[in-house]
Structures are given as structure tokens and as C-alpha cells.
């Protein structure tokens, strides 16, 4: 076996491009997907800095202004308060943003360890662990996020949490799956033979090797986060007046629909495409981490 | 296949005993009780209500008695609607939410397969192109955004049809069932095309064409069976989906239905009728989980064949 190795030519390998910049690559030339990134950066930008560049504060009222719709004062128009609706909806941006990163980063973290710790050790582990996630996946959650709002009162902290601690079973069952496959492969027998304890060999060999099928899931999972939340708000269990997400500020322009359409649709349509770019931007890096698999 | 189903409806029933535990004891776990008022209640008011009520009782006999009522079909008494029980407001409630969900799931049927199947024939035209980019759009609008818009447009604007109400006027229930039901029809659409994809690309397909049979003949009765599996699979959890998203729209066009009695139940903190409406939701998701895996089993002969051998 050792006789023969042929002799490989080093310097060639080097020019050809990494995983990740051929990735990238493919991305941008995806037009929708990068208009998507685009927006989504704009979005981002304009919610962390709402603060100083928001033309009024999102609970000052002009009564004797009332209902108005869009004007050169106020962009968007204002709410039956005489509330500036755009400074309303860039404030609804940063709760509806936060809850998407915040609650899909508490799913990942449960769903990656848990998916991870279930393949790699295998055996009764992985069965009772598995089992677990499929009977969670039976249970009727947004009725049980209901129920927790309910009982513990609507804060910030519990939809983070509840939301998050929902979402992240899919993520275990992509991250096991993955570990499944790569478990098999020389580098981490290797790892194993040179004495690694479980955890190095998780946290160090098998999650970095599972990004990419996270990456896509985890962008994926953003909007379907957001969405929950402007659900939750627009029964009026989320986020409570006079704070403003996109569900509250679509709920209040549902009753006042008739007179003040605009009170309906700029939020909605802002939700919409925050949904829409998530979703290709979703899409798009599915096509460019791994080409071979297919769009549905 | 009796064995399965036997096997499946046994996995079902400790769930459904975990969720009615997990609920129970959540909501007796919950701060304030039903009875907590703006006005102070006087104590000997206060003891007679939870003796009515058993809540003087200890936990677990509470929990015993409960339990051992729901399995005969006895949700308790509304706290907040006194002189009803939840099994009578569950009763009242229920056949507006289902028949909102079947006319939904109907619509999304008779508008997402047939356009999946056309995708999927003509694949890479127009034909393709413009649908899937339309069911991609269905799929990010919210309910709650769809909803009031058909019903500004349709119901306002144009005054085509009513804006609310469940039976009362001719056509009422029309925009109700294309909102709940769009963004299945549009995630139907999405997986049809997908499912027919990869079977039309088989080769008993081919054999069948070489065969010089039609079309119709091929998509209908050959590759039909196989392409709609995915589909079948995805009515199991869509009608989890639809119930919650019958809470939206019955709040939106006022239907008086389940969804609704919920989110007031929630918003009145009607403890008994939180906990009775959750366990029927469970009930009736693991149901169509379990019909949808019955169905998918039924459909496929290699499924099958593979639960024989493995007895």
C-alpha cells in the first residue's frame, strides 16, 4: 500500500478556492438573495441606531393632530394618538429583531448540543434523547406559548425563552443526522484514538463540521421566530403598549383599518418583506453551502 | 398495518397524558388566581368559591379527580362563565373551527396541487416560474396581515362580500377560508411541485412514455400516487398550523369559534377552559399526525411492505 504514492503537486492545490469563498461566490450571484442581505443590513443598521436618528419618540402623542396620513412631518403618516407611525415601526424593528436573534439564539445553542451530544454517543443516549424531541414535536406549541404568556404574564424575557425553547427541536434532528454521517470518517477516529474527551471532540471536531446545514436553518428559523412573536402581539400577548413591535402596531391598524389604512399596511408591509428577505436569503445559502441539495 | 396503527395509537396516549399533566400543573403553578378581582373579595366569600371549586383540596387529589373527569369527557366548570361548563362552551365552539378548517384546507388542495402538478410538468416556464414565485410571497405573508387586507379590499372597498360573521349572510364564509387557508395552499403548491419532480424523473415514468401513453394518463394515474406523498405528510402538521391560525382569523372576521374562546379564555385567565381547550388542541393534533401517518402508509406499497415483513 505505502509503495507507490504518487507524488501530488502542492503548490496547485492552493489555487484552487476554499469551501467558503466558493460559497460566497455562489451567493452573490444570486440577485434576490443578496438584495435580501441588503436589506436585511439596512434594516439591522437603522434598528440599532433608532435611538438618535428616530424623528420623534415612540410614545409622543399630538392629540390635536390625531389620525394623519402621510405628510412631509410625519413620512408614514400617524396613529390615532397622533403618534409618528414610522418612528413606531423603526422602535417595533428593534423588539421584533431582538426576539428573532435572541430566541433563535437560545434555539440553537439547545438544538446544536442537543443533536450533537444524541449522534455522537449513540446507543440508549441517542434513543431516549430522540424519543424526547418526537414527543415534543407532538405537542401543540404556539397553544403552549399561549399558555405561558398567560400564566406568567407577558415579559420580554419569557417570549425569548419560550419561543426559543420550541424552535430548536428541528435543529437537533439536522445537527444528529449530520453528526451521524460525520462521526464515521477517519478525523474523528482519530480524535477518539488519540484519548479527546467527548466534549473536545463535539465542541472542537463535530459542530464546526456542521455548519453549514445550521447556518441555513438558523436563518430560516429567524422569521418563523418573528412571526410567532407579531402573532403573539397581535392578540395582544406579546409586547404590551406603549412599547411597539410590528404585531401590536398591525393589531391597532386592523381596528381603525376603515378610516386609517396606512395604520395597516406599512407595518404589514415592513413585516412581509422582512419575512420574504429572510427567507430567500434562506434559500440562497441552501444553493450556495450545499449545491447538491434541492430547493424543496 | 392494524399493528402499526395499534402501535401508533399506543405512542399517542402518553403524550397526551403529558401535556394534560405538564398543563395541570403549569396552571395551578400560575400566579393570581380565577377569582382575583380589581375588587377585594371577602375571605369567607373567597373560602366558599374554592370549596365550590375544590380548590381546598390537596394538589394531587385535584389532579386525580381532574384527570379521571377529562378521560370521561368532563372539563370542569367555566371560572369565568359560571353557569357553563367548558365541555358545553367546547361544544359551541367547535363546529364553526372545524368547518373553518376544512373549507381552508379544502381550498388549499383545489388551488396548490393542481398548480404544483402544472409546475412540475412545465417545469422552468413561465408557468413554473410565476406560481412558485406567487407561493413563495403566500408563504411570508402572515394571516394576520392577509386577512385584514381581503378584507379592506373585498369587504370595504369593493363591498363584494361580508366583513364578518360566520353564517349569517351569504358568503361570509368565504374569506375567512381563503385566509386561513392561502399559505397552505401556497406551502402544498411548493411540495406538490418537489414530489411529482423527483417522480417524474423515475424511470417506470419513462417506460410509461415510451409506451406512448398521454400525459394526462402518465401525471394522473402513474405518477400522481407517488408525487402527492410529501403532500400527505405535510397535512399532519399544516393542521396543527391551521388551528392556530384560527385564532387570528376568528378574531379578525369574528367567527364564533374555538380559536377565539381561547384567546379570551387566555385574556380572562378561565383557567378550566385554558386547560380543556388545550387538551382537546393536543388531542386533535396527535389525531391528524396520526391520520396523516396511517394515510402516507396506505398510499405507499413499499411502506407497507416493509411494516409486513418486519410483522
Known sequence: MTANIPKVDLPLLEKGSSLSQDAIARLRRNKVGMASFYFLLLLILIAAVTPWIAPYTYDAQNLALGAAPPSADHWLGTDTLGRDQLTRIMYGSRVSLMVGFIATAVALTIGVLWGAIAGFLGGRVDAVMMRIVDALYALPFTIFIILLTVIFGSSMLLLFLAIGAVEWLTMARIVRGQVLTIKRQEFVEAAISMGLSPWRIISRHLIPNVLGPVIVYTTLTIPSVILLESFLSFLGLGIQPPASSWGSLISGGVETMEEYPWLLIFPGLVLTMTLFSLNFLGDGLRDALDPRASKD | ?311
Open chain 2, 1 to 311: 398495518m392494524l399493528l402499526f396503527i395499534l402501535k401508533r395509537v399506543l405512542q399517542a396516549i402518553p403524550v397526551l397524558l403529558l401535556v394534560a399533566t405538564v398543563t395541570f400543573f403549569m396552571v395551578r403553578a400560575a400566579p393570581g388566581g380565577p377569582f382575583d378581582k380589581d375588587r377585594a373579595i371577602p375571605p369567607e366569600v373567597m373560602t366558599q368559591l374554592n370549596k365550590r371549586y375544590h380548590l381546598d383540596d390537596p394538589l394531587w387529589k385535584q389532579y386525580l379527580d381532574y384527570m379521571s373527569n377529562v378521560v370521561r369527557g368532563d372539563f370542569g366548570p367555566s371560572f369565568k362563565y359560571a353557569s357553563h361548563t367548558v365541555t358545553e362552551l367546547i361544544s359551541a365552539g367547535m363546529p364553526p373551527t372545524l368547518e373553518l378548517s376544512l373549507y381552508a384546507i379544502l381550498f388549499a388542495l383545489l388551488v396548490g396541487l393542481p398548480t404544483g402538478i402544472l409546475a412540475a410538468i412545465k417545469q422552468n416556464t413561465l408557468l413554473d416560474y410565476v406560481p412558485m414565485s406567487t407561493a413563495m410571497i403566500g408563504i411570508c405573508l402572515p394571516t394576520f396581515v392577509l386577512g385584514p387586507i381581503l378584507l379592506l379590499v373585498f369587504g370595504i372597498w369593493l363591498g363584494w362580500l361580508p366583513v364578518a360573521g360566520w353564517g349569517q349572510s351569504p358568503g361570509d364564509k368565504i374569506l375567512p377560508s381563503i385566509t386561513l387557508g392561502s399559505v397552505y395552499a401556497a406551502y402544498i403548491a411548493r411540495i406538490c411541485r418537489g414530489g411529482m419532480l423527483e417522480i417524474l424523473s423515475q424511470d417506470y415514468i419513462r417506460t410509461a412514455r415510451a409506451k406512448g401513453l398521454s400525459t394526462a394518463r402518465i401525471v394522473l394515474v402513474h405518477a400522481l400516487r407517488g408525487g402527492i406523498t410529501p403532500v400527505i405528510s405535510f397535512l399532519g402538521p399544516a393542521i396543527a398550523g391551521l388551528l392556530a391560525g384560527s385564532f387570528v382569523v376568528e378574531s379578525i372576521f369574528q367567527v364564533p369559534g374555538l380559536g377565539r374562546f381561547y384567546v379570551m379564555a387566555a385574556f380572562n385567565r378561565d383557567y378550566t377552559m385554558i386547560l380543556g381547550c388545550t387538551i382537546l388542541f393536543a388531542f386533535l393534533i396527535i389525531l391528524f399526525n396520526l391520520l396523516a401517518d396511517i394515510v402516507q402508509v396506505w398510499l405507499n406499497p413499499k411502506l407497507r411492505q416493509e411494516l409486513n415483513a418486519r410483522g
